[in-house]
């Protein structure tokens, strides 16, 4: 896979298709529904309320410290009117991403680890956009969720040559990025965004699969980028690694530098492990 990035997101698709895992039905109509012009709120509900479980995630994950609400949610239809439409797709998209997650079973790779350092850096980046004063904070959650999705794909379809590139890593302390390109000569962020727009997944959650390793490097969506970054990197740092990763390195760039300045960085070490524990349950 050496061509030009359009090329080398068709290969991917081409080589992978059996390994990408197809989003909940409910996740993909929520999307249909919400890219309509005259969409009702009913039909969002009604949608949701055919699915008990994920209705029962909504209000769990509503009501947890993640989103801070000042008062309880106890419908779904109060959920859409007190946090809006936007937070909603978030949280049926995050859970689907975590469900799509458990699907693959691999005795080389620690799905629960996975899965806890995504919840991780989740939280932490919706913590870090929150204090910063960021409005709208759609989309933090779920880029947090779903930033190393290519690494699961990756080892899933490859699994001896994936253990080799994360011993790799290991052995010359490098970042689990470069000891796959080392291996394979592409790595996980070129899968994740070839997958997120194979599920037709909004550009700025693609900018994150695609560039969190290296913030200056996107055109676009520089803020949201470099939020994942940092958050991906202050999760590794406190504890809540993915299994690979035995390198951190924090690039800087407007974003990050105004970050690593804020007193919500200090906060994030000393909250982190209560939000984890507030939230972890919702994701079961």
Avoid at 170 to 191: C, G, M, P, R, Y
Wanted: charged share 20%.
């Amino acid at each position: 896979m050496k061509s030009k990035p359009k090329k080398i997101k068709q290969e991917v698709i081409e080589l992978l298709g059996s390994y990408i895992p197809s989003l909940p039905r409910v996740a993909t109509e929520l999307q249909r529904i919400i890219s309509e012009e005259d969409f009702s709120y009913t039909k969002v509900e009604d949608l949701i309320m055919q699915d008990t479980a994920l209705a029962a995630k909504i209000l769990k994950i509503a009501n947890s410290p993640v989103y801070g609400l000042s008062r309880e949610v106890e419908s779904i239809s109060q959920a859409m009117m007190i946090m809006g439409m936007h937070e909603i797709k978030e949280i049926v998209m995050g859970t689907a991403c975590v469900d799509a997650f458990k699907k693959f079973n691999m005795k080389h790779f620690d799905i629960n680890k996975f899965c806890k350092h995504a919840l991780a850096c989740a939280v932490s980046a919706r913590y870090l956009a929150s204090n910063m004063g960021i409005n709208p904070l759609e989309g933090y959650f779920v880029a947090g969720l779903i930033h190393d999705l290519g690494q699961i794909i990756m080892a899933k379809a490859f699994p001896e040559a994936y253990v080799k590139s994360l011993d790799l890593a290991v052995s010359k302390n490098l970042t689990t990025s470069n000891a796959e390109q080392e291996i394979f000569k592409f790595d996980h962020t070129i899968i994740a965004q070839a997958v997120l727009e194979h599920w037709k997944m909004p550009k700025a959650l693609q900018a994150v699969a695609r560039y969190h390793h290296n913030p200056g490097m996107a055109d676009q969506f520089q803020q949201e980028v470099s939020i994942i970054h940092l958050s991906d990197a202050i999760v590794e740092a406190i504890g809540y690694s993915s299994g690979g990763e035995s390198y951190i390195k924090i690039e800087c760039t407007r974003v990050t530098e105004a970050l690593i300045s804020h007193p919500s960085i200090e906060n994030l070490f000393e909250e982190i492990d209560f939000l984890m524990e507030t939230s972890s349950s919702s994701y079961e």
